[in-house]
T-cell receptor
Framework: GDSVTQMEGPVTLSEEAFLTINCTYT??????LFWYVQYPGEGLQLLLKATKADDKGSNKGFEATYRKETTSFHLEKGSVQVSDSAVYFCALSRNSGNTPLVFGKGTRLSVIA | DTAVSQTPKYLVTQMGNDKSIKCEQN?????MYWYKQDSKKFLKIMFS???????INETVPNRFSPKSPDKAHLNLHINSLELGDSAVYFCASSQGPDSIYEQYFGPGTRLTVT
């Protein structure tokens, strides 16, 4: 079945450091790919998405590129802030029918000043 | 205005009890979902309704019964609660069931079964 694997956390970075959170997927066909963010005590929010190969999703300084050849969708940010501390989830959904989101296990990011 | 709201936010109960969690969305969406997030933060779909019809029912014990009285509400009733049901339950909604539609999540209900 479809699955998402993302790097284990927690990840601790100093403010202004470069962030990469790795995500790879296994799916039939060409799914849509997503990054969701969960701030402490809140529900998940869509951070960015890409619906086809080589698409780049971006939002709030975060970027991720849909790489079909490596089945990856790594999340990057050039300079993290304390306010970026949250749990980040990579997810996929097939582009056909009533398909649910399949989430990775989440990566907790802590940014220290 | 809260887009997707859930009540209660916290629920502590004993094994064997029956409890319900309510979800309401004011976004005018057709599709609603229930997800379970376990203690390791792993998030998994449980159910999905589109226009009050059940469209996704993952492998969930039949002690869990969703009910959608109208498009804006999707409630989750759990019978004979077990310790393993302790988790955070998230409700979500989207315009439609296809992946092109963004899902909007509620704040979650933390269920603790003792």
């Amino acid at each position: 079945g479809d699955s998402v694997t993302q790097m284990e956390g927690p990840v601790t970075l100093s403010e202004e450091a470069f962030l990469t959170i790795n995500c790879t997927y296994t799916a039939t066909g060409y799914p849509s790919l997503f990054w969701y963010v969960q701030y402490p005590g809140e529900g998940l929010q869509l951070l960015l998405k890409a619906t086809k190969a080589d698409d780049k999703g971006s939002n709030k300084g975060f970027e991720a590129t849909y790489r079909k050849e490596t089945t990856s969708f790594h999340l990057e940010k050039g300079s993290v802030q304390v306010s970026d501390s949250a749990v980040y989830f990579c997810a996929l959904s097939r582009n056909s029918g009533n398909t649910p989101l399949v989430f990775g296990k989440g990566t907790r990011l802590s940014v220290i000043a | 205005d809260t887009a997707v709201s859930q009540t209660p936010k916290y629920l502590v109960t004993q094994m064997g009890n029956d409890k319900s969690i309510k979800c309401e969305q004011n976004l005018g969406h057709d599709t609603m979902y229930w997800y379970k997030q376990d203690s390791k933060k792993f998030l998994k779909i449980m159910f999905s309704y589109n226009n009050k019809e059940l469209i996704i029912n993952e492998t969930v014990p039949n002690r869990f019964s969703p009910k959608s009285p109208d498009k804006a509400h999707l409630n989750l009733h759990i019978n004979s609660l077990e310790l393993g049901d302790s988790a955070v339950y998230f409700c979500a909604s989207s315009q439609g069931p296809d992946s092109i539609y963004e899902q909007y999540f509620g704040p979650g209900t933390r269920l603790t079964v003792t």
